[in-house]
Nanobody, 127 residues
């Protein structure tokens, strides 16, 4: 049973930084795709970033490109989301998601492409 646990959320001032972590357990596949999504009340869950181990490629939403960086630590089965220059538009519950295989580029931003989800971690940006 795959389990994903997010951590690292919290309160930060505008322009500040946070690093989220997504720790996976119950996994044996070295070939996978992990994505980060975020959701605010009343809105659909939206794609933030993703990373594929098959080709080490990374993908970002336009709204976070240049500010957020997704990375992985295979030894610890953990994927990170470094968030810099946080803006008032960034607050949300951030979720990590995983599929134990390669996801094609055209589907990597889709919620339905992922099989496993964490419980989410709250990110708040406020002065």
């Amino acid at each position: 049973q795959v389990k994903l646990v997010e951590s690292g959320g919290g309160l930060v001032q505008p322009g500040g930084s946070l690093r989220l972590a997504c720790a996976a357990s119950g996994v044996t596949d070295s070939r996978y795709t992990t994505g980060w999504f975020r959701q605010v009340p009343g809105k659909e869950r939206e794609f933030v970033a993703a990373i594929r181990t098959s080709d080490r490629s990374t993908y970002y939403a336009d709204s976070v490109k240049g500010r957020f960086t997704i990375s992985r630590d295979n030894a610890e089965n953990t994927v990170y989301l470094q968030m810099n220059s946080l803006k008032p538009d960034d607050p949300a519950v951030y979720y990590c998601a995983r599929r134990n295989r390669h996801i094609i580029v055209s589907a990597i931003r889709e919620v339905s492409s992922y099989d496993y989800w964490g419980q989410g971690t709250q990110v708040t940006v406020s002065s």
